[in-house]
């Protein structure tokens, strides 16, 4: 599922999830509801359309600094593909690196292997980190 791949662990846990996320569905179809009966079904549309809009140019932007950002990565790994990256883009198309984040504007990113056990995992690095 969505939760596994994002870290959660347990079964209960993805339970108490999805009943969140189902709550939440069925709370936004509840103020849908009374939104479309108090304005209408035209400025809802048109309100959501622009809505959509400007969040498909925002997460295009997101990719395009990733692809085209203003720094090439800096390999938090000494050898393989992840170490090899260029760019963000190079970095999350290589199977062995799992993530990329961009250091901003005149600083390099970080390319960073994606397994989840060994010397040079994302999460052995933060676990190192935090417990630094």
């Known amino acids: 599922s969505i939760f596994h791949a994002a870290g959660v662990?347990?079964?209960a846990a993805a339970v108490h999830l999805a009943l969140a996320v189902a709550a939440m569905s069925a709370l936004g179809?509840?103020?849908g509801v009374v939104a479309m009966d108090a304005v209408g079904r035209r400025p809802l549309m048109l309100s959501s359309?622009?809505?959509?809009?400007?969040a498909l140019v925002v997460l295009a932007g997101c990719f395009a600094d990733v692809d085209f950002g203003p720094s090439s990565p800096v390999s938090e790994v000494a050898r393989g593909a992840c170490a090899a990256a260029t760019t963000c883009g190079d970095c999350?198309?290589?199977s062995?690196?799992?993530f990329c984040a961009s250091g901003g504007v005149g600083?390099?990113?970080r390319c960073m292997m994606g397994s989840a056990v060994g010397p040079d995992s994302a999460l052995d690095?933060?676990?190192a980190a935090a417990g630094a």
Do not use: F, M
């Not at 359309?49 to 400007?54: E, F, H, S, T």
């Open 92 to 94: 999350l198309a290589a």
């Open 107 to 109: 600083q390099p990113g």
């Open 96 to 98: 062995s690196c799992g």
């Open 125 to 127: 690095r933060l676990a």
């Open 49 to 54: 359309l622009a809505g959509c809009a400007v």
């Open 29 to 31: 179809s509840a103020v």
């Open 9 to 11: 662990t347990g079964a």
